[in-house]
């Protein structure tokens, strides 16, 4: 049994009610939700897929990519945004050279832009699995990512 099937027989079949707890178990299995989950999905609740592509991308917790080695999130809170974050996501996207919610074509990068990850005092805030860079300043980014290569390559 794969693991969407196995996910999805812990639910009725047909019960729209369970569509954002289905996506949120098969991403938190899979990393992402494939087009092959949206489709197994579609025929398990009888819905249509580009009804269920269009409810999931309401939610901005949903990935429809797999996240690169280090997924990186950077806060976009109201705080770290006033303490400049903006500039941070920028030293990012040139350092990686991709936008938010895309993934470099090694593999190694992600990254995402997320809501208050409640260390407004230690602003900007940017995150990769339990490690949380804190107070991060743009001139950080380069020996940032480098490091971060590194912890990529060994993964
Ligand atoms: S606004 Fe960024 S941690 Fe709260």
């Given at each position: 049994m794969s693991k969407i099937d196995d996910i999805l027989s812990h639910y009725r079949e047909g019960?729209?009610?369970?569509l954002i707890p289905i996506l949120q178990d098969i991403q938190e299995a899979e990393g992402y939700l494939s087009e092959n989950a949206i489709v197994r999905i579609g025929g398990f609740l009888h819905m249509s897929t580009t009804k269920i592509f269009g409810l999931a991308t309401?939610?901005?917790?949903?990935?429809?990519f797999p996240c690169g080695k280090v997924h990186l999130r950077i806060c976009n809170g109201t705080t770290c945004f006033i303490n400049g974050s903006t500039s941070v996501v920028a030293a990012v996207r040139e350092a990686l050279g991709i936008e938010a919610g895309q993934t470099t074509r090694d593999g190694r990068f992600s990254y995402e832009l997320t809501s208050c990850m409640g260390g407004c005092n230690e602003g900007p805030v940017v995150a990769t699995g339990e490690t949380y860079f804190t107070?991060?300043?743009?001139?950080d980014i380069p020996e940032m990512i480098s490091k971060l290569k590194a912890l990529a390559d060994l993964k």
């Open positions: 019960s729209h009610d369970s309401f939610y901005d917790r949903f990935r429809f107070h991060v300043r743009v001139e």
